[in-house]
């Protein structure tokens, strides 16, 4: 009995010491939402490569971290109390899936549309392709069609 105790105690720590607490990729993609959401623009700098590519990217903006900061300064002065939570990791190789949920109220003009001063709350998807820790592209989809008319700049809510 002693013997049998002490193996299913050693295989429990085993397992604790071994547990996955996710990898050097996942790590460095959710530290993309940490950025966002506790206010840390440095991290920019840490995580994204000189060359990072936004898929789809908005006409105009460059490459690399100064691109993901102009992006970063629009939404977090826009939505000042911008959160971006975290739901689901799913990593295969070097790319990184994570979905999650953006919400916020505006409080500056959006899209040339003044505020209306209302919450929105809408579902993301990123795939951030990592390369020598570092994130070198992202493909994103969020659900703005959701979030254009919860404020008010396509129809009702």
Do not use: C
């Amino acid at each position: 009995m002693k013997q049998l105790l002490s193996t299913l105690l050693l295989s429990a720590a085993g397992a604790l010491a071994n547990a996955d607490t996710g990898s050097a990729n996942a790590q460095v993609a959710t530290r993309w939402y940490q950025a966002f959401d506790k206010r840390e623009p440095a991290l920019i700098e840490q995580i994204v490569d000189a060359r990072w590519v936004d898929i789809p990217s908005p006409e105009g903006m460059p490459p690399g971290p100064e691109g993901l900061k102009q992006i970063y300064t629009m939404l977090t002065s826009t939505f000042p109390d911008l959160r971006i939570e975290i739901k689901d990791v799913i990593e295969q190789g070097d790319k990184v899936v994570v979905r999650s949920e953006i919400s916020g109220t505006q409080k500056t003009a959006f899209l040339g549309m003044p505020t209306k001063n209302r919450p929105l709350r809408i579902q993301a998807i990123d795939i951030h392709e990592v390369k020598g820790g570092k994130i070198v592209r992202t493909w994103h989809t969020e659900d703005w069609m959701t979030g254009l008319h919860q404020l008010g700049i396509l129809g009702s809510p």
